[in-house]
């Protein structure tokens, strides 16, 4: 049996459970990991349907055929441009006797079909399939932990040669992302998992700063903020140095902060915890020391497809942690005008505590 059908089984079995008779996905991160179709959305509908029992079928245009037949999915439906794909869906649904009373969809599915959808099924009861996913994916296999780790260990190495390697005083924030992700590429990454945060100086005090043309000064702080995708799977971590001379105490002291909580939020990982209480370590940290309002973020989200997914490590997450899970402990302090610290990795939980992926060095200054 292929991975792709395992999973197949533990989601209708999940769906049965919840009483969904059919579940729609359009093209995106739970069609791949279901099927193993990574394309791309565009205009024309391309539409994964899974009923409770019996098999699965895709409903798209012949233009995308010869990529659907490399998927483990059979007994297809196939339209052309002349043909309402929508009608053929519906009638393709009745033929199989696949029930509509209540139907789960993609989350991501533009409003472009989900509403021609709703329209040829009236009485449906539709809700969101992301939560059936959560469950199957914040568990990793063996396979996908070290696809996690490859991933990590490739885009430390990165950061090491471009960082310490390169002098990028007076360049600027985009040339160094640009040359993050080339990179990348170089080091057979398919690209990055998000456009690199790259933020100098007042910058690095705006968690999302938005990478532009500001030069890269001596003595200022630089946030380095990126992720690659390597084997299908995403990376990501968070350094802030000091390039150039030794910081002042000022920039000494928060970055020391930031990096005791996160140390605090490691040790405090392990099964059978809670997701709010490794927030809830890194946050009392940074709280006791006067900055509690200038941490202005989650401590931590999951990651595997995608770089932000279950679990997420954040006050009323009472969710257990369990062996498998990997996720970012990411404390930050943001002083508005002035700077920024944040300082992440990913971290593996393990029977007894955790593992660290990233190795890139924690320290606040490269002269």
Not at 176 to 200: V, Y
Request: glycine fraction near 8%; charge should be negative.
């Amino acid at each position: 049996m292929s991975i792709y059908q395992k999973r197949i089984e533990k989601l209708q079995e999940k769906m049965q459970g919840e009483e969904i008779e059919c579940l729609f996905l359009s093209p995106s991160v739970n069609l791949n990991y279901l099927t193993g179709y990574g394309a791309k959305m565009d205009e024309r509908l391309v539409l994964f349907v899974l009923p409770t029992k019996g098999e699965g079928f895709f409903v798209a245009p012949k233009l995308y055929e010869a990529f659907i037949t490399k998927t483990p999915i059979r007994n297809n439906v196939f339209w052309s441009d002349q043909e309402d794909p929508f009608q053929m869906l519906l009638k393709e649904m009745g033929e199989r006797e696949i029930g509509i009373t209540r139907i789960a969809l993609e989350n991501s599915m533009p409003a472009a079909f989900m509403l021609p959808i709703q329209k040829k099924i009236k009485d449906a009861d539709f809700r969101l399939a992301g939560y059936l996913f959560e469950s199957l994916r914040k568990i990793k296999s063996e396979t996908e932990i070290e696809k996690l780790k490859n991933s990590a260990t490739v885009v430390d190495n990165i950061l090491k040669k471009v960082i310490l390697e390169r002098d990028w005083i007076g360049r600027t924030e985009k040339e160094l992302a640009a040359t993050l992700e080339q990179e990348m590429k170089q080091h057979g990454m398919e690209g990055p998992s998000f456009s690199p945060i790259i933020a100098t100086g007042s910058n690095s005090a705006s968690p999302h700063h938005k990478t532009g043309t500001d030069k890269i000064l001596k003595n200022q702080p630089l946030l380095m903020d990126l992720g690659g995708l390597m084997d299908g799977f995403c990376s990501d971590m968070s350094r802030t140095v000091f390039l150039g001379d030794e910081p002042d105490e000022f920039f000494l002291e928060i970055y020391e902060i930031v990096l005791e909580a996160q140390r605090k939020g490691i040790e405090a990982v392990r099964p059978k915890v809670s997701a709010e209480s490794i927030d809830k370590v890194v946050r009392d940290h940074i709280i006791s020391k006067g900055y509690g309002d200038y941490f202005i973020h989650r401590t931590g989200h999951g990651i595997g497809m995608e770089v932000h997914e279950s679990p997420y490590i954040v006050e009323g997450n009472e969710e257990m942690l369990e062996p498998g899970m990997l996720f970012s402990i990411e404390p930050g302090i943001y002083l508005p005008g002035k700077f920024g610290v944040r300082i992440e990795d990913i971290v593996l939980v393990t029977d007894t505590g955790c593992q660290i992926l990233n190795q890139f060095p924690k320290q606040p200054y490269f002269g």
